[in-house]
């Protein structure tokens, strides 16, 4: 997905508001998603959603998604958001974060999904480090459930 920052997505200091953006992170994980499982899907989680940069009234922002890992029917979605300043073609990695979202069958059940394939080093990097992150939210449901 590809956006021009306006005025009215932007909070009192002219940066995008953080809402907006994850509004958009979510759009994109989820599509992301629908095409790896060609299912329904619904987002169980959002986590390590780091804001790295600001993002200014009249830079473009580019949100790109994909699939890192799969359980049997959750998928962990890594998405980054980039920003450029079309005067200078200045780049900059502004937004990351994890998504995990749940395959549903038709009568909206959790369905299966399938396999990860990793192809780039940077996916075959996610995908080895996925497992340590879902026992981390595993470990963080687990808290605010008072389970252990």
Not at 32 to 47: E, L
Not at 101 to 130: C, N, W
């Amino acid at each position: 997905m590809t956006q021009l920052i306006f005025p009215l997505d932007t909070n009192q200091h002219d940066t995008m508001f953080g809402g907006k953006l994850m509004e958009y992170m979510d759009k994109v994980a989820a599509i992301s998603a629908m095409r790896h499982a060609r299912k329904r899907v619904v987002t169980a989680s959002t986590d390590s959603l780091d804001f790295l940069a600001p993002i200014h009234v009249g830079e473009v922002i580019e949100v790109e998604a994909f699939v890192t890992w799969t359980r049997r029917s959750s998928m962990e979605i890594y998405v980054s958001v980039n920003s450029e300043n079309l005067y200078t073609g200045t780049r900059r990695t502004t937004v990351t974060a994890f998504f995990t979202f749940v395959a549903l069958d038709d009568t909206g059940k959790p369905t299966s999904v399938p396999k990860v394939v990793p192809e780039t080093p940077l996916e075959r990097q996610l995908h080895e480090s996925a497992p340590e992150r879902h026992q981390l939210r595993k470990l963080r449901k687990g808290d605010r459930t008072g389970k252990s």
